[in-house]
């Protein structure tokens, strides 16, 4: 199970955050806390300015990336990162 943890918020306190995530050799898909797809087993909570996703991974390459978009549409994108399960 990976853990990933995003503390985001703004001056009106809305603050989406969306994490990217790649298969090696499969898709990339984007999770959300108000849209999870009931067919991956990921799951997500917010506490005011923390989110949480939780993911089962199995082996293999995964990259992911933080997508936050405050308020007014600004948006910051994290640096990719490449993480090999085993």
Do not use: H
Request: aromatic residues 4%.
């Amino acid at each position: 199970m990976l853990r990933v943890a995003v503390r985001a918020s703004d001056q009106s306190g809305i603050a989406k955050v969306e994490l990217g995530w790649a298969i090696e050799g499969g898709d990339t898909l984007i999770f959300a806390c108000d849209a999870l797809p009931a067919s991956m087993p990921v799951r997500c909570r917010q506490r005011g300015d923390v989110t949480v996703f939780q993911l089962e991974v199995g082996a293999g390459r995964r990259g992911l990336q933080i997508r936050v978009t405050d308020g007014a549409g600004n948006q910051r994108v994290s640096r990719p990162v490449l993480i090999a399960f085993q």
